[in-house]
């Protein structure tokens, strides 16, 4: 596996086994109280089950043989209590061991996700959010229904097996030999099934998975895809994915019909083969008819468990397949980490910043150089807007600071302390961060606003929206800050969602401000408003914007211009129209053509230039 181990790709060479399942079993320890009632309440229930052929035996062989009914009576009043018992125990042996499967895997399902939502940014240029998505829910359903159906059903049936098999030796050697003597016929093929059943299955997950992950994109884009008129496409692409994953789950079930099946025929025929030799065994004296009778049960018993055992050996493979891809998860490793031994940030940095000599390629590879040899220092408190074509690697310059990334080369420092030295968490509360392309959740507005600081008093929320000019609109919405506004804020406009994200830099109040073009979706009014509110929110703090309208930039300290990777000019507005180079040209253009930017609004990250 890769570093960043796609999930998409496992390594799906090598002996298919249930080791997978290990990965569950730190949360079997974590629960081991419960483990051991669970046990216990299995083993209740075992025990009770075999004890009900000896007193069957003790009824045929004494009871019906003597003068008072009453010895019959006693044998059943015993069996009622017998079953009594076993009802009680396999009572508590199911809500021991499902109510335990249950808890593992939200256990399992909040660790994966956790662990995935701190791997670096990195392992998501490649990786399918809906894949992850299909693991987290169908993968964890599949381990769910083993851990807990599944395993309490295989673990009772181990237990019948082997004391019936126990018992079986004790009543009748000679025909002991007959049924346990068909057990390899029967493992045998039960181990080779399960590994194909187990092969089977994982080619279906993935599949299912693979079809998720379109889904979610597609529905993620529904509008994109209806303006388009391409429902008939995706449905078709969508259907030919489950499709595939039905085909491979029908080849999985029918391996698994074939192995019962064939299980099913070995068991009844040992059956049938005690009972025909046990028979002659009677005549001639061997043993009683209530032997026989002890004996056939017990066998009954051990055939019928191993029979399960059959089956259920195919919903642990598929739970294994299931594991398997989870444990993928949870085995990579993120690319961005803390050092053993991270410098220790102050409480609020000053703000100063520096790049000496950065260079970096996107990729693990090295794609195409996104920057090349680049140096810059800005002082704290100072406000540096970058300014370019698309590509030329402005964004970069971001990802790089919040240590998204670690450049190829060269070092990315605050207050002087580079960030390879720093735990990246400490780095990232001292910034704050308004993206061009905004987010925002399927929450309540207050709640979207408090992103920024989730500790923050609502009169804090609404302070921090009045700052940010988005006050009024808020409070004409039918329920105010408390408005759910959908998936990715869909019932917002462009404007309105920029408003919400600068709200949130504001509440979370940082030493260290990035605007990535903050005002490219909001109209000329609006601009001004949130302009008026963006002044006052850099006033003590370092600030660097990415920018194509010249109303920031016209009111930067400094302004760097970036081409090709590289900071080609630098100095103020009036310096750079000067100069007559490239920012002179771009500002040309704009007052010319009347064009609001000097790039386009977005700068596409996976391009080859950026």
Known sequence: MSRYGSPSTPDRGGKRDLRPLATLLPYLVRYRGRAALALLALMGAAGTTLVLPIAIRRMIDFGFGADDSSLVDNYFSVLILVAAALATFSALRYYMVTSLGERIVADLRADVYSHIIRLSPGYFDSARSGEMVSRLTADATQVKSAVGASASIAMRNLMMFLGASAMMVVTSPRLSMFVLGAIPVIV??????????????????????????????TLGAVRTLQAFTNEAMASLRFGSSVEEAFRAARTAI????????????IIAGSVVTVLWVGASDVFVGRITAGELGQFLLYSIFAAGALGELS??????????????????????????????NPVKLPPRLSGAVGLDNVSFAYGAGGGLPVLTDVSLDVAPGETVAIVGPSGAGKSTLFHLLMRFYDPTSGTVRVDGTSLRDCDPLDLRRQIALVPQDTTVFAAS???????????????????AARSAFADEFIRALPEGYDTAVGERGITLSGGQRQRIAIARAILKDAPILLLDEATSALDAESETLVQTAL???????????????LATVLKSDR????????????????????????????????FESGAQAFDSPREDRSSAAE
Do not use: C
């Open 188 to 217: 045998l093929p039960l181990i080779a099934f399960g590994r194909s059943v187990r092969r089977r299955s994982r080619h279906a997950q993935d599949t299912l998975a693979d079809a998720s992950a379109y889904a979610s994109e």
């Open 445 to 463: 507005i207050a709640d979207n606003i408090a992103f920024g600081r989730p500790e923050a008093t609502r009169a804090e929320i609404e302070a």
């Open 559 to 590: 302004i760097i211009v970036m081409e090709g990777g590289r900071i080609v000019e630098s100095g103020t507005h009036a310096d750079l129209v000067a100069r007559g180079g490239l920012y002179a040209k771009l500002a040309k253009l704009q």
């Open 254 to 265: 029918f391996a698994r019909a074939l192995l019962t099946a064939f299980a099913m025929f």
């Open 535 to 549: 002044e006052g929110l850099m006033q003590g703090r370092t600030t660097l914007v990415i920018a194509h309208r």
């Open 311 to 340: 089956q259920v050996w195919g919903e642990i493979s598929l739970a294994a397949g299931a594991a398997e891809r989870l444990s993928e998860l949870l085995k990579i490793e993120p690319e961005i980490a803390a050092p053993e």
